[in-house]
């Protein structure tokens, strides 16, 4: 019990302080790791003494943002992170952009006065900036609050950001711009003006980079001081300074078009479709979907118009079947156009007949344990779905054509041959036993992978190519275990480790990627 509130507060303030120490303990880790990161990828530029190798078969560079770096840097920053390759390959990117064309937001970021991803932000956002034409960036504004600006949203103020004429980027501060950009003491913003660029700087490249430069002064304030509405805000406005066009641009542009699928993790008897299309598509689309939605409630279907629908878009999976169920409810896209009843009479009695060979022909792969087949409650893995109970696999297959192929063991045990090239046979084996690449956190389905041989091919001896001595890895980890010093082993069925140069120890097994709790 308490005796006053005073003394409840302060019981209840010592965790609060506790936890509050933390996470500036956190703070500062974040910041020092960023900056050794940074550190670290400088140290992987590939050296300007050393020739660049020109076989594929051995250790090989890697280009980010023009620079040339050792292959496997993205490959240890990718396991370090838990996170794929292409990933690691962006936050790179986004770190070289933050020194050498971001410096007063990189600064913030080093100082432990902003976090990366925030900074992160920025690189995104100026990455829409043209690199070629355009009207140039406006200059002599930053995003610090005050009086409007012309050109500016109210809030934003004129601010001085000369330099002292002629002084070029620091050395060490990473900027592509040449005379009359000056990083030291305020933010260059002058552009190059008429036809010429910098010296041996094509205009349209300095115009970009004396961008970055000018956004780098906008932002840079604002940059871990506000809250995140404000700064975005800040962030929109310098965009639209140096690129006056964009908002405009944006509103021209084709939009993209595009339909996709997934599959419903909590739900595992839905999957789901998102599409962009044509407004007209969209109309006639929704018009279909519903009249066949009308037409099963017609025929006694009770369930909520919303099912209905969903149902009546899966039937338009098989066209011939819609237009046998819909009759010839429009010509749009026909070709011929039925002129007559006797014409259109023709198109029905020709979608009775294909409605069988429209049903789409497609495979799916099913993992599951062999004894197990009479359960209904079976719980399956089913490739590119998830798992499934083995009633719900049934209800997928229904009304197609089943093709069943014997049970796969993917132990292997027993299968083997003495030559250096994979038999089908063998290579089913291996890709149903890995659905994803044998590399630490990679998500990569193996169906077009290559098998790499785990323990090296020796001509001549017996029983090297068989399911428990191969494993399906992209190009560049087959290249980081053959020539860049990293270590692979297989102790175990089903369990694979990997070393890394910089200590780094993984263990991948079915279970995922589990990583070592010390450096080996």
């Not at 933390?22 to 990161?37: G, K, P």
């Not at 149902?311 to 010509?331: E, K, M």
């Not at 060979?357 to 359960?375: E, I, K, M, N």
Request: hydrophobic share 35%.
């Amino acid at each position: 019990m308490y005796a006053s509130v005073e003394e409840w507060r302060a019981e209840a303030r010592e965790p609060m302080a506790e936890w509050i120490t933390v996470r500036q303990h956190i703070a500062d880790l974040e910041t020092y790791a960023v900056t050794l990161l940074a550190h670290a990828i400088n140290a992987y530029r590939w050296p300007e003494e050393l020739p660049l190798p020109e076989r594929c078969d051995t250790f090989r560079a890697q280009s980010i943002q023009g620079e040339t770096f050792g292959e496997d840097l993205t490959s240890e920053i990718a396991i370090t992170l838990k996170t794929s390759v292409g990933a690691a390959e962006r936050l790179v990117g986004d770190i070289l952009r933050l020194e050498e064309r971001l410096p007063q937001c990189w600064t913030k970021v080093t100082t432990g006065e902003a976090e990366l991803w925030q900074a992160r932000k920025i690189v995104d956002a100026c990455t829409t900036i043209p690199t070629t034409g355009g009207e140039g960036p406006r200059t002599g504004v930053t995003g610090l609050p005050g009086t409007a600006v012309d050109g500016l949203p109210d809030g934003y103020a004129e601010v001085n950001t000369e330099t002292e004429a002629g002084t070029g980027c620091d050395a060490g501060a990473g900027c592509d711009d040449k005379a009359g950009t000056g990083t030291g003491g305020g933010v260059g913003t002058d552009t190059v003006s008429g036809t010429e660029g910098s010296a041996g700087v094509p205009p349209a490249a300095a115009s970009a980079a004396a961008a970055w430069t000018t956004v780098d002064g906008l932002v840079g304030p604002s940059l871990g001081v506000v809250g995140p509405r404000r700064f975005f805000t800040t962030l929109d406005a310098a965009i639209l300074t140096v690129d006056p066009g964009h908002n405009e641009r944006l509103r021209h542009r084709q939009p993209d078009r595009f339909v996709r699928t997934g599959h419903v993790k909590d739900d595992p008897g839905t999957s789901w479709v998102y599409a962009r299309l044509d407004p007209a598509d969209v109309v006639y689309l929704e018009a279909t979907t519903q009249w066949l939605a009308d037409l099963q409630a017609s025929q006694g279907d009770t369930r909520s118009n919303d099912v209905r629908r969903a149902t009546a878009f899966g039937q338009l999976g098989n066209p011939a079947a819609a237009v046998q169920a819909l009759g010839v409810h429009t010509t749009r896209g026909l070709d011929p156009v039925p002129q007559s009843d006797a014409e259109t009479q023709v198109i029905m009695d020709a979608a009775a007949r294909l409605a069988p060979l429209f049903t789409p022909r497609t495979q799916v792969y099913v993992h599951l344990v062999p004894d197990a087949l009479a359960d209904p409650d079976t719980v399956t893995r089913v490739e590119q779905l998830g798992p499934m109970l083995a009633s719900q696999v049934a209800a997928l297959t229904k009304g197609s054509k089943v093709r069943v192929t014997p049970v796969i063991h993917v132990d292997g045990v027993g299968i083997t041959v003495d030559q250096y090239e994979i038999p089908n046979k063998i290579r089913e084996h291996v890709l149903l036993a890995h659905p994803c690449e044998c590399f630490p956190y990679s998500s990569r389905e193996t169906r077009h992978l290559d098998l790499d041989h785990i323990r090296p091919y020796a001509p001549g001896l017996p029983g090297q190519t068989s399911p428990d001595n191969l494993a399906p890895l992209s190009r560049r980890a087959h290249r980081l275990k053959t020539h860049a010093g990293w270590q692979f082993d297989h102790p175990d069925l089903g369990t694979y480790v990997w070393r890394t140069p910089a200590g780094q120890q993984t263990m991948i097994s079915p279970h995922g990627t589990l990583r070592s709790p010390s450096r080996q």
